[in-house]
């Protein structure tokens, strides 16, 4: 499977030049590919759902090259607005360490459920044109009681550093010459302030630890419940004649907070008209395609037509670009962000999906999550 990704890649890479003569190479691998997958009585709507073949790895790059200045003209802005948001929002909540799980997090396995009682400090950050005491201005920084010394240099490394590539950014965590002993080898070094970018204020114990909601065992920046704690926060939700349970330990819904960045971007994306820019063209010669080989195989169930075009599109274009912004933008993505993001991402596999929506007691949080906006995008979608 390896080795067919790399001759799609190296494939299109050599007739980049020619994509004309590339796309005709590709029709021709997509018809053969159909044609195969109904020989052997497989589902149609199996179709481009793997990447298994190297028609599908093609198609994937093949989107790559014609879609960038849709991506970066149209589909960035709402991307990386959506990217901030979440991370902001997860960082305004206790964040494990260790587990990587946060009290605002989309996702419920990365979902601190126990009640944590923290404070908001103030930490200062130089800014970065220069040595401390240069006249560059200090920067106040909102940082948790709770939060360990990385985090909080990552907090203010990313005010300093506002609007500075990720990679060309000075890194968190610096060794120190001399270590303090540590009462557990998983806990974090509670070193001193060790990076030039962060003024010499009298600053709080970075690493203190809550008192309240669970019992620690002396692993990571935040406790852990105590056995047969079952958290706070936890909301119940009615669907159908059964019950769901989306556990929320933010009153506020951090899902309602980025209502608004998920709905520009899935606008953006569903949209055929967006700033006056119409959808990229290799989008409608694509559909158009698929629909020729469509009619061409006498298949004129509109379901299957509409899997093809959800499996062409979203599934092998959009959702990785989406799960991944690090492909795009010169960000670092958190394991707590790549989460959030893989919700993201699955709400809007499920507005591309004519399937109805039957949600029970056993259905996973990330379907029951946005389950009443999926109306709204499945509307766009089908305009």
């Known amino acids: 499977m390896r080795d067919r990704g790399a001759v799609a890649s190296l494939t299109l890479v050599a007739l980049q030049g020619r994509l004309d003569y590339a796309t005709g190479v590709l029709k021709q691998l997509l018809a053969d590919l159909i044609e195969k997958n109904l020989q052997n009585r497989a589902h149609p709507k199996l179709l481009l759902r793997r990447t298994e073949s190297v028609a599908e790895k093609m198609l994937t790059n093949w989107f790559t090259f014609l879609l960038h200045r849709f ?10 607005l959506l990217f901030c948001a979440i991370k902001q929002q997860m960082e305004k909540g206790p964040m494990d360490a260790v587990t990587g ?8 396995d990365k979902l601190i459920r126990q009640q944590i009682d923290y404070k908001t400090l103030v930490g200062w950050g130089q800014g970065a044109g220069g040595a401390v005491g240069l006249g560059d201005p200090i920067l106040p920084v909102k940082v948790l009681n709770c939060d360990t010394i990385t985090q909080a240099k ?37 070193a001193r302030w060790g990076h ?54 933010d009153p506020r819904r951090p899902q309602g907070t980025l209502q608004k960045f998920l709905d520009d971007l899935f606008e953006t994306l569903f949209s055929t008209a967006h700033r006056a820019s119409a959808l990229p063209l290799p989008i409608k010669y694509m559909f158009d395609f698929l629909d020729e080989q469509a009619d061409r195989r006498q298949i004129s169930d509109p379901d299957v037509r509409h899997t093809w075009k959800s499996n062409c599109l979203p599934l092998r274009f959009w959702v990785n670009v989406i799960k991944n912004p690090q492909f795009v933008f010169d960000v670092h993505k958190s394991s707590i ?20 929506q039957r949600l029970g007691k056993d259905s996973p949080s990330t379907k029951l999550l946005y389950a009443k906006d999926l109306p709204g995008y499945r509307g766009w979608v089908e305009r």
Request: proline share 14%; with cysteine; hydrophobic share 25%.
């Open 71 to 80: 991506l970066k003209e149209c589909a960035g802005e709402p991307l990386f």
């Open 101 to 108: 799980e946060a009290r605002y997090s989309l996702s419920e």
């Open 154 to 190: 990552e907090k203010l490394l990313d005010a300093v550093y506002r609007g500075v590539p990720y990679s060309q950014q000075p890194p968190a965590a610096i060794q120190q010459p001399r270590q303090p002993a540590l009462p557990c080898p998983h806990a974090e070094p509670r």
């Open 196 to 249: 030039p970018a962060l003024a010499p204020r009298p600053q709080p114990r970075p690493a203190g630890r809550s008192q309240g909601g669970g019992q620690q065992d002396g692993v990571g920046n935040l406790p852990h419940p105590a056995p047969g704690h079952q958290g706070t926060g936890c909301r119940e939700l009615r669907v159908g004649r059964g019950r769901g349970q989306v556990c929320q330990s």
């Open 337 to 356: 962000t790549d989460a959030c993001l893989s919700v993201v991402a699955q709400t809007f596999m499920d507005s591309c999906s004519t399937s109805p």
